[in-house]
């Protein structure tokens, strides 16, 4: 697999705006994105750390992904999303290697990046995104 970059790293937060700005007012950030994908039930906001982004998702939906997870572990850090180049080949990798996949094939994700997860019981309990921006 060719990972260029931590992509982002997701955080599960309650509330996006109370957690806009803490970002902004304790580190100085500044948040360039607020976006809902209504397939993930999610609304995210996005700030740029260096290379990497930090993403915070909050459920717009109680049954959605995001709701379940702060509903069983509360907020904090939900999953790491690593760049990568042809993410089919990736996955098709991934699965080759005995990695249990969430996504079979990628889906459309925030900042239209093609995205797909790998399942936390492989990846050693930690959600693990790849994604890919087919726009560069």
């Not at 700005?21 to 950030?29: A, I, K, P, R, V």
């Not at 094939?105 to 994604?131: D, M, N, Q, W, Y």
């Amino acid at each position: 697999m060719n990972v260029s970059h931590i992509e982002h790293i997701g955080i599960a937060v309650k509330n996006i705006e109370e957690s806009i700005c803490y970002y902004e007012n304790t580190f100085g950030l500044k948040c360039y994105a607020v976006e809902e994908v209504k397939e993930q039930k999610v609304k995210t906001a996005f700030f740029m750390v260096g290379q990497t982004k930090i993403e915070l998702l909050e459920s717009t939906d109680p049954e959605g992904p995001v709701g379940k997870f702060i509903e069983k572990k509360g907020e904090g850090v939900h999953h790491i999303a690593f760049a990568v180049k042809n993410i089919e080949e990736c996955l098709s990798e991934a699965e080759s290697k005995g990695v249990n996949l969430i996504d079979k094939t990628p889906r459309k994700g925030a900042e239209g990046l093609e995205i797909a997860f790998l399942h936390p019981k492989s990846t050693f309990g930690v959600l693990t995104e790849i994604c890919e921006n087919k726009n560069k």
